[in-house]
């Protein structure tokens, strides 16, 4: 899922607000546009508008139910996509992606699956609300452990930069350097794809390169 094609697509989605507050109501429950337009303060025509767009996007699906009021049949909607979108951005780093939330089990957490899993009535709402604040403990270190790491890649990316621009003067050799340095990524038809050029040409400059470092 992460790819150039596929970051942009979502960001065009969600660069909305008003689709991006849409979104926060679907993942607590199904609506139907009635109840969103009333919510938001918005028409249901521009509503209905901006779901068609993200269930065309595959970001939502609707069905289609019985009222339960005997009147006709009501179409309610209900977020469809699983995903972690991330932007990091410095003087030296910038990245996009876009992860599927898979689930793998892992180990270490079985005391917060099992508390997860308690469904006694009495103080239910109590007990679950504990295990999220438990839970985003956890995120919240993984978070600074992460912000920390990207700092240090900054840090090495920084020096491997300045390396690159002191010793190589072709402008395009620089940035497959860069480009590499980064991602890891040597693969030719790849860098062409996204420096936007023939993958002959960039052959011929990964070729060059290869007399001149020792990437490869």
């Known amino acids: 899922m992460n790819t150039k094609e596929e970051f942009d697509k979502i960001i065009r989605i969600l660069q909305n607000p008003t689709r991006r507050k849409i979104l926060e109501r679907l993942s607590r429950e199904e609506h139907y546009p009635l109840q969103i337009s009333e919510t938001l303060n918005t028409s249901q025509q521009a509503i209905s508008k901006h779901l068609k767009t993200m269930e065309k996007a595959g970001i939502v699906v609707s069905k289609v139910g019985k009222s339960n009021r005997g009147g006709p049949p009501t179409k309610t909607y209900m977020v469809s996509s699983e995903f972690s979108l991330r932007i990091d951005l410095s003087p030296t780093l910038f990245r996009t992606e876009v ?22 009535k009495e ?7 504990q295990v999220i604040k438990e839970i985003e403990y956890e995120i919240e270190d993984l978070k600074k452990r992460r912000q ?28 497959v350097l860069y480009y590499i340095l980064d991602t890891g990524h040597k693969d030719p038809k790849k860098i062409a794809k996204d420096f936007e050029i023939r993958e002959d040409r960039m052959k011929e400059i990964i070729d060059n390169l290869k007399e001149k470092t020792e990437l490869w």
């Open 148 to 175: 920390y790491l990207l700092k240090l890649k900054e840090k090495a990316l920084s020096k491997g930069y300045e390396y690159i621009y002191d010793n190589f003067d072709d402008y395009k050799e620089r940035f």
């Open 99 to 120: 992860d599927d939330l898979e689930f793998e089990k892992m180990e270490g957490y079985e005391n917060i699956e099992k508390n997860i899993d308690l469904d006694q």
């Open 123 to 129: 103080g239910f709402l109590k007990r679950k609300r």
